[in-house]
């Protein structure tokens, strides 16, 4: 009896030895998926308490209240303009403050707060998408003058982030550069506003069909860039973002000049086509002809110009369209696409 109990003790010591084996095997192999899931949780949390930041500086433009979207047409689902409108960030500069009737904060204070870099890099937004304002009203300007500097530590921060990285990052004994990537201006105007603009533009047509019509448009955006900058700087950093796999894709992107940033602001600064001074400005005129562009019901750029247009004549239509819109809306007073009050 004695041996006997002793191998059932043994036994039962060597399934639970194993058990706990299999459970500590269990937990090593789950602790990496673990530090992510964390990871992930902390980044949430991060963000989620960033948009309470947001939204109460929202108020704080708006006397306390929250901010009345923007009004937009009723675009047919999958069209230009259903697609811009309810893209991600276009849709959250569409409840930013409206520059007409907002409280703006000194520039004393704006600089002070990423949280207001955010809010003020959406109004802008805003301003040129949907409330028919230009880079040269008094309260873009303003803004676009107290954001400027910072988008210029903005982009510095880049250079020396990628410097960094080059070192060995982390292996390295240098200080990692820190800036807040989330809310700088460049950011959100370029990565964010941009390339949502110009997923909605592109669509699914093919993206050499895109280039044609798209270079005349942008010749007279910016003054002393071309069109063509402007376009492949566009196109190479939706392709970051997005598979391209359209008859032709691969060919127009080893054909145009692209560096690897997903960002058409960065990539123009890259190529020395515009100064860090400039990078702003710039993004706001080429953001207005994008949206301008995507103000239709129909599915398709191509389909809605071409038949009507050849693309050399595309950038006249377009600027003399888009001036009698303006114009129109103007003298009816606040429409469709000029925003609600705050």
């Known amino acids: 009896m004695g041996r006997a109990s002793n191998r059932k003790k043994a036994r039962r010591r060597a399934e639970q030895s194993a058990r706990q084996a299999t459970l500590t095997t269990q937990l090593w192999r789950q602790e990496p998926m673990l530090?992510?899931?964390?990871?992930?949780?902390?980044?949430?949390?991060?963000?989620?308490k960033r948009d309470e930041g947001l939204t109460a500086a929202c108020r704080a433009w708006c006397g306390g209240r929250e901010p009345g979207p923007a009004e937009v047409p009723k675009w047919p689902s999958g069209s230009l303009g259903d697609r811009l409108v309810s893209s991600s960030h276009i849709a959250k500069a569409r409840n930013a403050p409206c520059l007409l009737t907002a409280d703006l904060p000194s520039a004393a204070m704006i600089t002070a707060d990423p949280v207001q870099w955010s809010v003020a890099s959406y109004a802008l937004i805003r301003a040129v998408v949907f409330d028919g304002l230009t880079v040269d009203h008094p309260a873009v300007s303003?803004?676009?003058?107290?954001?400027?500097p910072?988008?210029?530590?903005e982009l510095a921060y880049g250079e020396a982030m990628e410097d960094w990285l080059n070192l060995g990052g982390l292996e390295s004994d240098?200080?990692?550069p820190d800036f807040p990537e989330l809310d700088g201006p460049v950011f959100l105007l370029g990565a964010c506003a941009l390339v949502d603009a110009a997923s909605a533009m592109i669509g699914d047509d093919a993206l050499e069909g895109i280039l044609d019509l798209l270079q005349p448009v942008l010749d007279g955006a910016v003054p002393g860039l071309l069109g063509r900058d402007i376009a492949d700087a566009i196109i190479g950093a939706f392709a970051t973002h997005y598979r391209c796999e359209q008859p032709g894709d691969l060919e127009?992107?080893?054909?145009?000049?692209?560096?690897?940033?997903?960002?058409?602001?960065?990539?123009?600064?890259?190529?020395?086509?515009?100064?860090?001074?400039?990078?702003?400005p710039v993004?706001?005129?080429?953001?207005?002809?994008?949206?301008?562009?995507?103000?239709?019901?129909?599915?398709?750029?191509?389909?809605?110009?071409?038949?009507?247009?050849?693309?050399?004549?595309?950038?006249?239509?377009?600027?003399?369209?888009e001036s009698a819109a303006?114009?129109?809306?103007?003298?009816?007073g606040p429409t469709s696409i000029h925003a609600a009050y705050c």
């Open 326 to 332: 303006v114009v129109g809306d103007r003298r009816r």
């Open 174 to 176: 240098e200080h990692e």
């Open 35 to 48: 530090q992510v899931a964390a990871c992930l949780q902390t980044f949430s949390d991060e963000i989620a």
């Open 142 to 148: 303003t803004l676009l003058q107290t954001l400027g």
């Open 252 to 280: 127009v992107l080893e054909r145009i000049r692209r560096p690897d940033s997903g960002d058409p602001l960065e990539n123009l600064v890259a190529a020395n086509a515009v100064s860090a001074q400039d990078v702003l």
């Open 283 to 321: 993004g706001l005129r080429v953001l207005s002809v994008l949206a301008g562009l995507c103000r239709s019901g129909s599915v398709s750029l191509l389909q809605q110009v071409l038949p009507a247009a050849q693309s050399e004549d595309v950038a006249a239509a377009f600027h003399e369209n």
């Open 150 to 153: 910072i988008a210029e530590a």
